[in-house]
């Protein structure tokens, strides 16, 4: 025979075990949403992308008309530096990341947002 008084002590174990839980878990999805995080974003989103600058550079360098030809000799190094480091460092995946990184932020935000 089973005693009602036990069935309900380990009924409010479990929901006190339960609350804990998610008491926990609000707890750690706040964390996520911090201010360091947001400033973090905000810098990579506005990382350079060094590649594709020199690339551009050396172009206007190339199409400059100068006598002395110092503007293409320099061009093309720089088309060449531009291009190493766009292969590199992939310029593009830096705003990449911080469209994602943003995207999943808000997704984070809107699931607390909806939690509590």
Not at 22 to 49: C, F, H, M, W
Not at 65 to 80: D, H, K, Q, R, S
Not at 82 to 87: A, N, V
Not at 96 to 111: M, P
Request: glycine share 10%; net charge positive.
């Amino acid at each position: 025979m089973v005693d009602p008084l036990k069935e309900r002590l380990e009924k409010i174990r479990k929901v006190t075990d339960s609350v804990k839980r998610r008491a926990n878990l609000y707890g750690e999805i706040s964390g996520i949403d911090s201010k360091n995080t947001s400033s973090s974003l905000g810098v990579l989103q506005r990382a350079p992308a060094p590649g594709k600058k020199l690339q551009k550079i050396g172009f206007l360098m190339l199409w400059i008309p100068e006598p002395t030809g110092v503007t293409c000799a320099i061009g093309g190094p720089l088309i060449l530096a531009g291009r190493y480091l766009d292969k590199k460092y992939n310029g593009s995946t830096l705003h990449d990341i911080g469209h994602e990184t943003k995207n999943t932020i808000s997704s984070i935000s809107d699931f607390k947002n909806s939690v509590m």
